[in-house]
């Protein structure tokens, strides 16, 4: 089945079971490795995000009450055409995003695996009951879907934060609109048109590609929308708060991060190293639950560097496309420009490069917007990068010898999304698990996102939780009903 092969066939909204290209004109999509067109899609706005909401709202009812299992048909269906054009979601990935065509198949094959998790979950959206304060009355509590939920995603992964949404939202009984980036939506209506082939009653999935703040508002001021479920930066989040008070509309927010990877003397070094680098620069340091900064005990600093750097130096850059390409492009210019900008601060502040720093240029990188891989010694806590969240190829490395001071050092964040530690001591393991203030910890491994498990942040790093039952009562609404015999 060749769905996804031709580009310009991804040029299409999706509403009410079409896919339509609207009037307003394109959207281009650029290939971040080449800094070519990849593609376009519509540029739509108010009238077809209004189309979408009211194509769902009509959706509604007949998924509502369709049973769990029957749902989990289509959710099969959906997760099983995933695997079958892997390959093809994962070149689209590659031409839209520009990570490593291994991570790419990755992400198409981890969105598969959401999708088929979330249908087995919505069988268990179980109620209770709860023992009465008399003997005539009963108490019983249910959980319906919320109704209409808008999913707003980011360009990172753009088919991870797809189907980490969509699953539980339609194991649940509610119909989605899914506004995916700009930068990368070919990827989403790829998937619309895998959903198209599974067979889902029209309306029951909806994409609009285009203009966000008028989509994002027609979302927050349309009343058939009863959820909206964003992954994004903390602006944004900001803002979508704001906007859902009018309605006081129910909001789940994945937001920014600022993970600390804390090292201590007793860790097993080689598996702390591959980790460190194995996340720090998965997705070219993109990623909301990456390490932001590598604290190190100052007794193992030395050989801790060792390692990291001959890895680090192994690292090749390029091209998605290309084979053993570990790095690939960050997304654009501007994103180019904010990470060197970190970097250079840190360096006229003090810090060391011990390499990279620099964007790379010349024949192999073309126009695209390719980052050295980029190690820092010397970095204080007070440098705008260890506070900021970098979202780029570049590790800084800060010592620390008091684990108290350390912990107040990397709680002291108005972010609070995921933290590494790596130690063999017990002790410490259920110390800096309660004490660090994050949603997520990963002890002696850097890797978090499965689709059983709560993903998510406390803070400004957003509320809610993606994975897990958590996932699924985002879009369930708990009602209590009291009888009297
Ligand atoms: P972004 O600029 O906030 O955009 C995210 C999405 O929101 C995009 O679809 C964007 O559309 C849309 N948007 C922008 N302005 C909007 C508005 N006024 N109303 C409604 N929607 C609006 O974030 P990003 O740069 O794509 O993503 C990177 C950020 O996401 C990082 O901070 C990262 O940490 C975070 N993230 C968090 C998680 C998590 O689970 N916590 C996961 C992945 C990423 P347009 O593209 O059309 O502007």
Redo the contacts with the bound molecule.
Sequence with gaps: MALLTNLEELNACYIDGRFMSPTGGVIEVWNPATGKIAGYVPNGGVSEARAAVAAAHAAFPGWARMLPAERAGYLKRWAQLMLEHADDLAHILVAEQGKPFAEAYEEAEGSALFAEWYAEEGKRAYGETVPPSAPNKRILVIRQPVGVAAL??????PAT?IARKAAPALAAGCTIVI?????TPLTAVALARLAHEAGFPAGVINLVT????E???E?MANPHVKKVS????????K??IRASADQVKRLSL????NAPFIVFPDADLDLAVAAAVGNKFENCGQ???GINVIYVHEEIMEAFTDRLMDRVNQLKVGHGDEPDVKLGPVIDTRSLDNIHALVTDAVQSGARLLTGGHRLTGDAYGAGSFYAPTVLAGVEPDMKLANE?I?GPVAPLIPFNDETELLSRVNDTPYG?AAYVFTRDVRRVFEMSERLEVGMVAVNSASLSVPQAP???IKQ??NGR?GGHFGLEEFMNVKYISITL
């Excluded at 285009?210 to 703040?213: E, H, L, T």
């Design positions: 707003i995603t980011p360009w990172n992964y934060m506004k995916p980036s700009s930068l285009g203009r966000a703040s989509i994002g508002d979302f964003f992954t994004g930066s903390t602006e944004v989040g803002q979508l994945e937001l920014g991060g990623m909301c639950n969240e979202f999304l993903f998510g942040g790093s957003g993606e």
